[in-house]
């Protein structure tokens, strides 16, 4: 992250660990519903600080067969 406060929310530092993560299932008629999850940390390298968890539900159509 260029930026590591935001706020009230402090990230810590410049270095930070990053995890992410997603998992979708095919449903009928061409469409697709995913979660993805994200995370960013420094792992308490600088001290107490927070990280940001972030959570993603997605919809998708797609077109053509398959």
Do not use: C
């Amino acid at each position: 992250m260029s930026d590591w406060e935001f706020g009230r929310l402090d990230a810590g530092g410049p270095f930070q660990f990053i995890a992410h993560g997603s998992g979708s299932f095919e449903l009928p008629g061409n469409l697709v519903i995913g979660w993805q999850f994200h995370h960013m940390s420094d792992a308490t390298i600088y001290g107490k600080s927070q990280g940001v968890d972030l959570h993603m539900i997605e919809l998708s159509y797609y077109f053509g067969d398959n």
